[in-house]
């Protein structure tokens, strides 16, 4: 793997200083923050090779919806967790962007995938983060993540080396079409769907050469056989817009090609069969479901519909037919129609209704987003100043609700000079409703730790998080001239919270607290549970020896079709078996062992009984509930730095300063001592996890929460056979 460590310039750019001067004098950052910003962008990066970071991060304005921000340099992967579970996960070259924004908030932008925008836990975090995602950028600049090594090395040890969409140029039509291919060990395999008919194309890297070469200025590579030469080039998307990302991935193509002949010239090319059904449902199911990732061009829930109507007819081709038989095949079949959209119901029609006083009902609200004052003048809604003519009435009736208006319109009248800007001030207003407390209570709330005792609640806490002060907002109440009480109960509320220092710290303090001892309850069993289950894989014998059957059996169909014996398959076949089904259809490759084994060894048809922990689909993944363990710990240490900066800043504590400070120590002790428990039992699990890879031969990156999944969906259609079975034996 290439090296991953980057050096930043110790000095800013012109052009960023001049960029946090600007926002300075636009009042979005403080003097102080600008520092911290300066300091953060200035720093050294130093990324070690396989190296993996995690944050605790949160979804914009959704202070509850906590993750954890993994990105791991081993796997070139980022992956979004949740409580262990991998929720999703990005290749480092569908990174588009890394945006800075307000505060702690930030956006990564993806390609082929949402934008997500996100809250750090701390300054620091977020400066740390936007650091190595613009290595990252960097990386892709310098073609150090390159989607099609990146593929190859993740399946380094799986049946497919390479997959990805190609475009062959077609000698007829002098025309491109679109190829899925797939690299195998000793062969490759070129699927068509773009034809009347579809086309498959296998030939053995045994008797190929690869080489590197340009067509009409195009980058391509051919592949040179004992019959043709095939020219295949990479296809354009907005990931590889520039020659020399296309270059460069046909490099790729081409080193890995050709390292894949040279170790496959001594070996004799296999013997050739002809495509039969079975062949031809898997062109099927591969064109649906096999598209390759990101570069190598991921297969998203929306292209769904789009395979559907690109993929034609295909021809049946029942097992006893081979060569020129196959083309004179004419009956067929297609896939099911894409369902299609459903038609809006007809407008009805509704009175309109004529009244001269002013209507009292509320109507639902279009949040739409407003162009700024400045920009009016120069746009197209500062040139049109008709305003159009539209039945007023009609709209109010179509879109009224039944409830009635609340006292906010009211209450805002009165106030119309709220500092605050009116959208948010709407929202905040909405919260404080629930607020049984004054505003100047608000500083002495902050000092209770335990809601029991008087502190507020979880859920005031994520909301005052959510409306936390800007440094925009903090000059503009800091330096107030009138009275506060005057104020709106908002503005009121949001000076106080400008008055406190450190309020954003505090705030994800209590909330911390808050949340240790729901996540400790939670992750200790989850790991646990973890360990149990690979102490089971690595003790059962039965398993293994159903796997041995499976081995066997496998071995005496491939030696017929010239595949030859394997000596181990990986887990990840397990779920293959149903899929290969017999001359009877409802017989399949998984009722077939069953069978085996009833006839063989009718105890082994009971090796669940030794994988209790297999029973229910696993959830959580190893990776994760490391990476939260590791959450916990920055956790706790924040917590300890607040602590530490808090009782810097008041040296004449008052009487609930000092009870705050004690208790703040008491919780870092206790949960301290709890923490350590749970990374021993961490480490245990890691290492099991590790023991239970090389026994089963699977890569070491393999993901856990994949790996059981596999197991426990072998052994839910393992006794689904058996109970198909058992009656006749």
Known sequence: MADHRRHLPMQLSQEEILEILQKVKRNELTIEEAIVQSEGRGKTVNLPPNQQYNFN?????????????????????????????????????????????????????FHGHQDYELEAACMEDKQTILRIFSDILQMQKEGQTSPVKTFAKRNAFSDVVLEGLLERLDNLSNKWVKYLVKVKRDEITCYCSQRLLPEKITFSLSDCAVCAGTYNSMPTFSISCTANTYIFRIPLNEQNKSLEKTVSMRDDWVSILQELCQQNQQRPPPEGKAATYEDLEMVKEEAIYSQPNSNVQCLRAEDIPRIYEELPLQPLVPKSQTGSEVAATEKSFCFPAAPSPISPPPLPVHPRIFTNSPIQTRTKAFHWNTVPQEKISKSMWGQNSAQKKIDAQRILHQFQTNESSPALESDFTKHS???????????????LKHFHMEPEQLKEKLLIIQECDGGLSDEHLTNLRRYVPTAKDKIMYLGYKGSPAELH????????????????????????????????????????????????????????????????????????????????????????????VSKEKRFTFLHALVEQILLQEPDLAKFSHELTEFEAVPGASVKGLNAEVDVLAKQLESIEQHRKSFKSKHHKSTASEEQFLKELKEIVEHYGTQHAELTRRAAEMKKLYSEVLQKFGEAEDQDSQELFGWISSFMKEFRNAYVDLRPSH
């Open 57 to 109: 991060v949160y979804k914009f304005r959704y202070r509850w919806q906590k993750r954890i921000l993994q990105i791991d340099f081993y796997t070139q992967m980022i992956f979004n967790i949740e409580k262990g579970t991998l929720k999703k996960q990005f290749p480092f070259e569908q990174v588009r962007a890394c945006e800075d924004n307000d505060g702690l908030r930030f956006v990564v932008s």
């Open 417 to 431: 000079n709220i500092l605050l800007d009116r959208k948010i001030a709407h929202n905040f207003n909405i919260v």
């Open 489 to 580: 109960i908002v503005d009121k509320f949001m000076l106080q919270m400008c008055k406190i220092p450190d309020i954003c710290p505090r705030l994800d303090t209590l909330l911390a607290i808050r949340e240790l001892p729901m996540y400790m309850k939670d992750l200790q069993p989850l790991i646990l549970q973890k360990i149990k289950a690979c102490k089971q894989l690595l003790r059962s014998q039965a398993f293994l020896a159903v796997l041995a059957y499976i081995l066997a059996m496998g071995n005496c169909l491939n030696e017929t079709t010239g595949k030859g014996k394997a000596k181990g398959f990986q887990l990840s076949s397990l779920t293959k078996m149903s899929q290969l």
